[in-house]
């Protein structure tokens, strides 16, 4: 087995431990922090911590968490390793959000964990495969990595990851998921949203990026957007945490994934807890919101 399928297989082990947790209402929040400023539930230091373990037993090169002030680095030397083997264990990096949309647990809506394994560095071109969890009615997982993005189904009886289907995003969607506070977005970006809108696309929107993307993905198309904002120039969405891995899972899927003008996976990243506006979706949206965007200055 490759070590990206060994770490997957070990997710997939944790996932299902997250999932039997999430079955408790564990609604009270912690007295801190993390390093976006957003407070932490119990079950997201809970969920944290069975990703941090597991991860920390298998030889990986380190990992990150949206949790987490800093990397967890267990070997720094890249030259350690035979480089002339299929990618080691101990180049691979894992950045994840261990419990992402937490803030919808009282309300019992859709959450995910969301991952991306790197290749020695956390940067977007180096991302090797994208991976999310879906705590819905059902647990599903999606795994972008060899310029395809596959959908499985937890079995409960059998204890096996289902395969369900390779996801094929249309040229065009009817889906419009906008994120951000409206009051501060820029008015450009208010026009293009409102475009949509004009056109008959379909208001669908949970505050749960795991949810509101596998929505777009299961129904073959549409548009996510989390913009720069009046207040947050930089957006909301974490790089390694969740824009990079989405980012990953939407062109193996045949769709795009920009900051407004640029590819996300060609954004440098400096520090791991970096953010940017970010847009997922089918083709034709996506050049509409790069068109759109050329006429914005922010
Ligand atoms: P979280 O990682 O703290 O849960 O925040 C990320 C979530 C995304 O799932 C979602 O798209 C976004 O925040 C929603 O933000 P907003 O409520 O500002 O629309
Ligand atoms: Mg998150």
Not at 55 to 64: D, H, V, W
Not at 76 to 98: A, C, H, K, R, W
Request: proline content about 2%; aromatic content about 12%.
């Amino acid at each position: 087995m490759d070590a990206i399928n060994k770490i997957i297989q070990e997710l997939q082990k944790a996932a299902v431990q997250v999932a039997n947790l999430l079955q408790k209402r564990e609604v009270e929040y912690t007295h801190g922090s993390n390093s976006s400023g957003d407070n932490q539930l119990k079950v997201d230091i809970l969920a944290d911590k069975l990703f941090g373990n597991i991860l920390s037993e298998i030889g990986i090169k380190g990992f990150a968490s949206e949790e987490r002030e800093s990397a967890v680095i267990f070997y720094d030397n890249d030259n350690m390793y035979d480089t002339n083997q299929e990618i080691p264990m101990q180049s691979l990096l894992v950045g994840f959000d261990p419990l992402d949309g937490s803030s919808l647990i009282d309300s019992n809506l859709t959450i995910g964990s969301i991952f991306g394994i790197y290749h020695s560095e956390f940067i977007g071109n180096k991302l090797l495969c994208g991976i999310y969890f879906l705590y819905g009615p059902r647990l599903e997982m999606v795994v972008a990595r060899d310029k395809k993005s596959l959908h499985y189904l937890y079995n409960y009886a059998t204890h096996t990851w289902d395969f369900i289907q390779e996801f094929a995003l249309q040229e065009k969607g009817k889906i419009n998921a906008p994120g951000g506070t409206q009051k501060e977005w820029f008015n450009g970006h208010k026009k293009i949203i409102e475009g949509f809108f004009q056109e008959g696309y379909r208001l669908r929107y949970s505050g749960g990026m795991v949810a509101d993307l596998h929505q777009i993905l299961c129904k073959g198309g549409g548009i996510f957007s989390y913009p720069a904002t009046k207040d947050s120039r930089k957006g909301k969405l974490r790089k390694l945490f969740e824009v990079f891995p989405f980012a990953l899972i939407f062109e193996n899927a045949g769709g795009e994934a920009i900051d407004g003008q640029n590819r996300l996976l060609l954004l440098d990243t400096k520090s791991i807890h970096e953010t940017t506006p970010c847009f997922f979706g089918s083709k034709r949206e996506i050049n509409k919101i790069i068109e759109g965007y050329k006429k914005i200055s922010l």
